[in-house]
């Protein structure tokens, strides 16, 4: 680079120089010349004079910008290389810190209360959840769903059940997306409570609980409940998430729309539309909380 600009400042010089000499000549060319040798000598000396002081002044200064030019990529260098080495660290220890379930947040009874935490499942961002303590001690539950009320609060589209909706502390839920990927990430259990009558809870524990993904219409997968009186099935194995504008073959929406909330439907919920009985109890008050079957508690 530096030989490049070197040779260009030589060019411009010379150019100059024979811009003068023409104009010179030119001017000069009325007057008749006794003597050209001298004249072309004279020419030569000064040229040469005005090449030795003013190129190595041009290239003097080209060397100083181009040493200020490596100093500062240099710096650049130097300032990426700390950018990029405190963003890795801080991204690891992000990762390593930030829990994946509630479980890991509430280990046991000890390790903190029942309240709003952020987790980090397998491929998602941090998002916020309720963690409840465990009353025998095991492992923190994750709130997935509490609905206090029968109101339409519960009566929402395709798109909201995918992203969810309300309030961590009142009528909730997370969302079939996020649970999904809490499922899909490791074994969980699902522990369900349903009020009926007056004040009357049917509780219930399902020692599997997966949901697939939006192109299996978020298929639902449970084994085991160990409750078995149930009034009615709340949930059945391999059924698929209805929402009232959610069109289908098997016109399951039909409960959905029926019941006025979204759920996993079967075709068995169509022997029930009629029943004042199961409208309440669909719409009950429920919560819904799962854990890793890692925590290994059975209550």
Not at 42 to 52: D, K, N, P, R
Not at 67 to 92: A, D, P, R, S, W
Not at 160 to 184: C, H, Q, S, V
Request: with cysteine; glycine share 4%; charged share 25%.
């Amino acid at each position: 680079m530096f030989f490049l600009q070197r040779g260009f400042v030589t060019i411009v010089t010379f150019s100059i120089l024979i811009l003068i000499y023409t104009d010179t000549v030119s001017c000069d060319s009325q007057q008749a010349s006794e003597n050209p040798s001298d004249e072309l000598n004279s020419f030569v000396t000064v040229l040469a004079e005005y090449m030795l002081n003013h190129t190595d002044e041009v290239s003097s200064r080209f060397i100083k910008d181009e040493q200020t030019i490596k100093e500062v990529l240099q710096k650049q260098t130097e300032l990426n290389k700390e950018i990029n080495v405190h963003h890795t660290t801080t991204t690891n220890a992000d990762e390593i810190s930030t829990p994946r379930s509630c479980a890991e947040i509430l280990p046991n009874l000890s390790a903190g209360n029942s309240g709003i935490y952020n987790i980090t499942p397998l491929n998602m961002s941090p998002f916020e959840v309720f963690c409840l303590t465990d009353p025998k001690g095991g492992c923190g539950w994750t709130l997935v769903w509490r609905r206090n009320e029968i109101n339409d609060d519960f009566n929402r589209t395709w798109a909201e059940y995918r992203n969810g909706f309300g309030e961590l502390t009142d009528n909730f839920f997370i969302g079939l997306d996020k649970l999904y990927a809490l499922t899909i990430a490791e074994p969980q259990q699902l522990r369900m409570g349903i009020k009926y009558g007056s004040n009357n809870w049917e509780l219930d524990i399902f020692d599997e609980f997966v949901v697939g993904n939006v192109c299996t219409q978020y298929e639902l997968v449970i084994t085991n409940p160990q409750n078995k009186r149930r009034i009615f099935k709340r949930l059945n194995k391999r059924a698929h998430f209805f929402t009232k504008d959610l069109s289908s073959s098997s016109k399951n929406e039909e409960c959905a729309k029926a019941m006025g909330m979204g759920w996993w439907y079967t075709d068995d919920c169509k022997n029930y539309l009629k029943s004042r009985v199961y409208y309440r109890y669909i719409n009950s008050p429920t919560y819904m909380v799962i854990r890793p079957q890692s925590c290994d508690i059975k209550n």
